[in-house]
């Protein structure tokens, strides 16, 4: 089994678990303290890549370009996900992100020139559908969450679909550690920028929520670490789709675990996002 493989697999299976985990963590800290724990978490892990890859070595001008717009549309995409997340029901929101590869995706296909095959076209129709149905959908009656999360998450999967690009013309510019490098130096300060407007909002920082946190925000480390090679080491019009099965991770979780329900057209929205993830790879 190739590298990129494994990394894409591991991303999926730790994004996965994590976001199934980080729904009540969210909710009980807030999103603004959750941003700050995985600002702090995941800060010395980039750092450290960069340091002892050496990461100064292959920094230019147009790297560190390509460099911040994919941490900025990265960070920027992180933080709209855990609006949504605080606000709408896990399953759904984690089977909505199986929309952002289509502007990867097509994106790549512009300014890289990579080739699509018929297969992976009819996987591109199968995500959008399975996300539009899943955005005008809601739980009926007491058990409705209402629609407040579909915004910031319209907003999270534009952002990472430029991030998806980006990061791989940041990683061939930069390297590994180069792009991990700037990556820390900008995206840190704004997940600190952005989380200090809302500490004073809903949550406060007790330390069951933190503790709560901890195995999500763990996961999401590690995936962070395994997308990055994924994306730098595989072919990106495939690498990016097969992440986004990371939500059937996430939905048995919720479903096994918190026993969390989903209506018929939440599972069938769900499944096609799904099988288009799945078509992707083939």
């Known amino acids: 089994?190739?590298?990129?493989?494994?990394?894409?697999?591991?991303?999926?299976?730790?994004?996965?678990?994590?976001?199934?985990?980080?729904?009540?963590?969210?909710?009980?800290?807030?999103?603004?303290?959750?941003?700050?724990l995985y600002a702090l978490g995941s800060a010395p892990i980039y750092a450290a890549w960069f340091v002892l890859g050496s990461g100064w070595e292959r920094l230019t001008p147009f790297g560190v370009v390509l460099a911040t717009a994919s941490a900025v549309c990265g960070c920027f995409g992180t933080i709209f996900w855990f609006r949504a997340?605080?606000?709408?029901?896990?399953?759904?929101?984690?089977?909505?992100?199986?929309a952002y590869p289509v502007i990867t995706v097509a994106a790549a296909v512009v300014i890289l020139g990579v080739s699509l095959v018929p297969v992976q076209v009819v996987a591109i129709a199968f995500l959008?559908?399975?996300?539009v149905v899943l955005g005008l959908h809601d739980h009926p009656g007491e058990?409705?969450?209402?629609?407040?999360?579909?915004?910031?998450?319209?907003?999270?999967?534009?952002?990472?679909?430029?991030?998806?690009i980006l990061?791989?013309?940041?990683?061939?510019?930069?390297?590994?550690?180069?792009?991990?490098?700037?990556?820390?130096?900008?995206?840190t300060p704004i997940y600190l920028a952005v989380a200090s407007r809302g500490l004073r909002g809903t949550g406060s920082w007790d330390r069951a929520g933190v503790r709560e946190a901890v195995p999500s925000l763990f996961l999401?480390?590690?995936?962070?670490?395994?997308?990055?090679?994924?994306?730098?080491?595989?072919?990106?019009?495939?690498?990016?789709?097969?992440?986004?099965?990371?939500?059937?991770?996430?939905?048995?979780?919720?479903?096994?675990?918190?026993?969390?329900?989903?209506?018929?057209?939440?599972?069938?929205?769900?499944?096609?996002?799904?099988v288009g993830a799945f078509l992707a790879t083939l």
């Not at 991303?11 to 009980?28: A, D, F, H, I, W």
């Not at 997340?85 to 199986?98: C, L, N, Q, R, Y």
């Open 143 to 164: 058990a409705a969450v209402g629609r407040a999360w579909l915004v910031p998450m319209l907003f999270a999967v534009v952002l990472w679909g430029a991030w998806g």
């Open 1 to 36: 089994m190739e590298l990129w493989l494994v990394c894409a697999l591991l991303t999926v299976v730790c994004y996965g678990v994590g976001e199934g985990l980080s729904k009540e963590p969210t909710v009980r800290l807030g999103s603004a303290r959750m941003l700050v």
């Open 85 to 98: 997340i605080e606000s709408g029901t896990a399953s759904v929101v984690s089977g909505f992100t199986a």
């Open 167 to 187: 990061e791989r013309m940041s990683i061939d510019a930069l390297g590994f550690a180069g792009n991990a490098g700037i990556y820390v130096v900008v995206s």
């Open 220 to 274: 999401f480390s590690i995936a962070g670490i395994t997308i990055f090679l994924a994306i730098g080491l595989g072919p990106i019009a495939i690498v990016v789709p097969l992440t986004t099965a990371y939500p059937i991770v996430a939905i048995l979780v919720r479903r096994f675990w918190m026993d969390e329900r989903l209506t018929f057209p939440q599972k069938f929205a769900i499944a096609l996002a799904m």
């Open 128 to 131: 959008l559908i399975g996300a």
